[in-house]
């Protein structure tokens, strides 16, 4: 179903017909959402609480969005927020220091039901969870999304120089770990 | 694109690995979903705050703290007012019903017991009357027939 961005705001931000033009907003955008938000907090159950907090903020803000971003960065934007608050809260909860983060991750990956990878995968998914969290959101979207610097910059609000940084470091690690674990 | 180009590059352990998705939903988790957000969403509109119970909520710890500083009040500064020395002195005789009248004959009959053995002792030194002050007196307030009529009639 093709639709055009302002249309849908304009449709979002009249009281009239914003019920129906949300529910075109979640169904075009849930599964990339998803994805997104997977790949951060490794484990379903966290996905799915992440991704109906990030449409109820939608929600929720709709009528103040300003439009200075496209619909779709915005949406990026509140998910990766959304995910880090989660991974935040969940090493409070846990009384863990915030360096022992990835062991959290790792065992949400290793316990997760839904990870249907080989061995080889499995490795590299270790790899990623070793980075620190935004150079492991900035790996995932560039390697697996294959998404645009200029994209990925309006989303983590940061510079296309520094997200290239990030991602060439953010490589050189995977590799080294790669090579090291064989 | 630079890096990306080395990733691809065989000697790169990246580019022996599949970049295939390797998680999975549970069925029909991405059909449901839409139906479930509603539903979550109608539940948190529905709980809204009453303005009035906001109001009141707002209020509460200034309320509190006003209620806080009315009971210290009672407890601690009235009863010290009401029962200081001072203030009791003054209250006894207006709390045991006496009136003025009945305060001043009190002192007076008080005093007067002091004093009048003190007339006793004061009088015998200082107001006594001698034979010859009788004798000067009786001429000068007296007239001869009254002192006569008084002899002849006793």
């Given at each position: 179903m093709e639709f055009n961005d302002r249309d849908l705001i304009a449709s979002l931000k009249d009281e009239s017909t914003r019920e129906r033009a949300f529910q075109t907003l979640v169904n075009t955008y849930q599964e990339r959402l998803y994805w997104h938000i997977r790949k951060i907090v490794m484990n379903h159950e966290d996905a799915d609480d992440v991704l109906q907090n990030t449409f109820v903020k939608v929600w929720r803000s709709i009528a103040n969005f300003?439009?200075?971003?496209s619909l779709y960065t915005w949406l990026y934007r509140i998910a990766t927020n959304e995910s880090l608050t989660l991974i935040h809260a969940n090493k409070r909860r846990s009384l863990m220091?915030?360096?022992d983060a990835s062991e959290f991750l790792m065992n949400n990956l290793t316990s997760d039901p839904y990870f249907e990878g080989t061995e080889i995968q499995k490795k590299l998914q270790q790899a990623i969870l070793q980075l620190p969290d935004k150079q492991r959101i900035v790996f995932n979207m560039k390697?697996?999304?294959?998404?645009?610097y200029e994209d990925m910059s309006q989303i983590l609000d940061t510079s296309v120089g520094a997200l290239k940084a990030s991602f060439h470091h953010a490589a050189k690690k995977i590799e080294d770990y790669l090579k090291n674990s064989d | 694109m630079g890096k990306m180009d080395n990733l691809k590059d065989?000697?790169?352990?990246?580019?022996?690995?599949?970049?295939?998705?390797p998680f999975r939903v549970p069925d029909q988790y991405f059909d449901n979903f839409s139906a479930r957000l509603q539903t979550r969403i109608e539940a948190e509109t529905s709980i809204v705050p009453d303005q009035p119970n906001r109001f009141i909520r707002i209020l509460k710890p200034a309320l509190g703290l006003a209620a806080s500083f009315a009971l210290i009040f009672l407890l601690v500064y009235w009863p010290i007012k009401t029962f200081t020395p001072t203030q009791s002195a003054e209250n006894q005789t207006e709390d045991s019903g006496l009136s003025y009248m009945d305060y001043v004959k009190s002192l007076v009959e008080e005093d007067d017991d002091m004093s009048f053995y003190a007339l006793f002792d004061n009088e015998s030194n200082e107001t006594a009357i001698s034979d010859e002050d009788i004798a000067d007196y009786i001429p000068v307030h007296t007239s001869e027939f009254e002192l006569y009529a008084e002899s002849y009639y006793k």
């Open positions: 300003r439009e200075e971003s220091p915030m360096s390697y697996f999304d294959e998404m645009k | 065989k000697n790169s352990p990246l580019s022996n690995i599949s970049k295939e998705n």
